[in-house]
């Protein structure tokens, strides 16, 4: 699945001190969780939870844009909710 990056991420990055490597590690790593986000004034996106290889946890915001292609739209560290149910997802 080709990722492609919005114009604004980086700006979200930079905004929650998230580095671009660190939202790669966590695409493309070996424990990731999907979760999809429905909302009814905002598109449908789907959050990426995960480690960096440093064990930062994240959450990469995406959105399908054409075809099997999807967008980066931001990444920001976990809350202390995410983190414990990401963890309790892990363990298993």
């Known amino acids: 699945m ?3 990056w919005l114009s604004t991420a980086f700006a979200v990055l930079d905004r ?3 580095e671009p490597y660190e939202v790669l590690q966590v695409l493309y790593g070996d424990r990731r969780r999907p979760v999809p986000v ?3 004034y905002v598109l449908s996106m789907l ?3 995960g480690r960096t290889k440093d064990g930062r946890l994240l959450v990469v ?3 399908l ?3 099997f292609d999807v967008e980066i739209a931001g990444a920001r560290d976990m809350t202390d909710d995410e983190r ?3 963890e309790s997802w ?3």
Do not use: L, Q
Request: glycine fraction near 4%; charged fraction near 35%; include cysteine.
């Open 47 to 49: 959050y990426i939870c």
């Open 61 to 63: 915001m995406t959105r």
């Open 65 to 67: 844009a054409r075809g």
């Open 90 to 92: 892990e363990s298993k």
């Open 16 to 18: 929650n001190s998230v």
């Open 38 to 40: 429905r909302h009814p």
């Open 2 to 4: 080709p990722y492609e």
């Open 84 to 86: 414990k149910e990401f």
